[in-house]
């Protein structure tokens, strides 16, 4: 699958990957907008704004202790270990719009976590905040300040963190290759990090069982799943 683009990723100074939920989908945490979509049961337009959390915090909590509870269960899938183990022969930084925190438990050093994190839970007042691994007895948690606390999460209608949207937009516009795996683009300003990697000249591969916006200005697009085809990115190295 990869064969064509081999010498460009042995040559690679840099290679940045961004990955969507597709690359956790085989670790068994449903994507968004796939046929087993999340947001096939839930609105997440409805849930996933800082709007419904105010409306009916309770019924937020109750869809975010379910996935938590979920994602903690689950484990790196082979996709998340190869980009892991990639690290031993190239800088490697993940630009995830993913909050499962699967690509730290693989091994991965360099991870800018776009749309923040599941496992952590902060205050919606103090500056109150913490990884938390167990479900809240009650819902919703209520921080010591007696304010309620919210899962650490970038909302629709909320900007992403600063220092994390500056950070991916430079790794974007200085790596060589770009590795787009398992996101349907549909979100921004994450789904612009291709077009700056594109205008500062990098390969752009992405690998993703069906066609997304940008798979006609790749490099190449590959139509494999993450775990199949991120091992094989891997073996190029290893050789
Ligand atoms: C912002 C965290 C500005 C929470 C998420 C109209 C109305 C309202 C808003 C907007 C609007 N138009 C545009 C907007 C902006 C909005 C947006 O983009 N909306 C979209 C839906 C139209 N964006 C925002 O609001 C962002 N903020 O713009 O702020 C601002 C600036 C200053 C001041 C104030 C405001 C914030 C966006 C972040 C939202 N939070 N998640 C939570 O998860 O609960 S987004 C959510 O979607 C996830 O983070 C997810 O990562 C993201 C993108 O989805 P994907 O990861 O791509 O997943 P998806 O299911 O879509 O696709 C999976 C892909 O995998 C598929 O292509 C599939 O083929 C593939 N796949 C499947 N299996 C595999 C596979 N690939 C490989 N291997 C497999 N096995
Ligand atoms: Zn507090």
Same mark, same amino acid.
């Given at each position: 699958?990869?064969?064509?683009?081999?010498?460009?990723?042995?040559?690679?100074?840099?290679?940045?990957?961004?990955?969507?939920?597709?690359?956790? #989908?085989?670790?068994?945490?449903?994507?968004?907008?796939?046929?087993?979509?999340?947001?096939?049961?839930?609105?997440?337009?409805?849930?996933?704004?800082?709007?419904?959390?105010?409306?009916?915090? @309770?019924?937020?909590?109750?869809?975010?202790?379910?996935?938590?509870?979920?994602?903690?269960?689950?484990?790196?899938?082979?996709?998340?270990?190869?980009?892991?183990?990639?690290?031993?022969?190239?800088?490697?930084?993940?630009?995830?719009?993913?909050?499962?925190?699967?690509?730290?438990?693989?091994?991965?050093?360099?991870?800018?976590?776009?749309?923040?994190?599941?496992?952590?839970?902060?205050?919606?007042?103090?500056?109150?905040?913490?990884?938390?691994?167990?479900?809240?007895?009650?819902?919703?948690?209520?921080? @010591?300040?007696?304010?309620?606390?919210?899962?650490?999460?970038?909302?629709?209608?909320?900007?992403?963190?600063?220092?994390?949207?500056?950070?991916?937009?430079? #790794?974007?516009?200085?790596?060589?290759?770009?590795?787009?795996?398992?996101?349907?683009?549909?979100?921004?300003?994450?789904?612009?990090?291709?077009?700056?990697?594109?205008?500062?000249?990098?390969?752009?591969?992405?690998?993703?069982?069906?066609?997304?916006?940008?798979?006609?200005?790749?490099?190449?697009?590959?139509?494999?799943?993450?775990?199949?085809?991120?091992?094989?990115?891997?073996?190029?190295?290893?050789?």
């Amino acid at each position: 699958m990869l064969e064509p683009i081999a010498d460009k990723l042995r040559q690679a100074k840099n290679i940045v990957f961004v990955t969507g939920a597709g690359i956790s #989908q085989e670790s068994g945490i449903p994507t968004f907008r796939g046929k087993d979509g999340l947001w096939r049961k839930h609105d997440a337009m409805k849930l996933a704004t800082i709007d419904a959390f105010y409306e009916d915090p @309770k019924l937020v909590w109750e869809w975010y202790e379910e996935r938590r509870s979920n994602i903690l269960a689950a484990e790196p899938n082979a996709g998340h270990l190869a980009i892991a183990a990639l690290e031993k022969f190239k800088p490697v930084h993940i630009l995830t719009q993913n909050i499962d925190g699967l690509h730290q438990r693989a091994g991965s050093s360099q991870v800018h976590e776009l749309h923040g994190s599941i496992i952590t839970v902060r205050c919606t007042v103090c500056d109150f905040k913490d990884t938390i691994t167990s479900s809240f007895p009650k819902l919703p948690p209520i921080c @010591k300040c007696k304010n309620m606390l919210r899962p650490d999460v970038v909302w629709f209608g909320e900007p992403l963190p600063q220092g994390v949207w500056n950070s991916a937009i430079c #790794q974007a516009r200085s790596c060589d290759v770009m590795m787009v795996v398992g996101t349907s683009l549909a979100v921004s300003p994450a789904n612009l990090l291709p077009v700056y990697a594109k205008q500062n000249g990098a390969a752009v591969i992405e690998i993703n069982p069906e066609e997304t916006p940008m798979s006609a200005d790749t490099d190449i697009s590959i139509r494999s799943s993450a775990a199949k085809a991120l091992p094989e990115l891997l073996s190029i190295f290893q050789k």
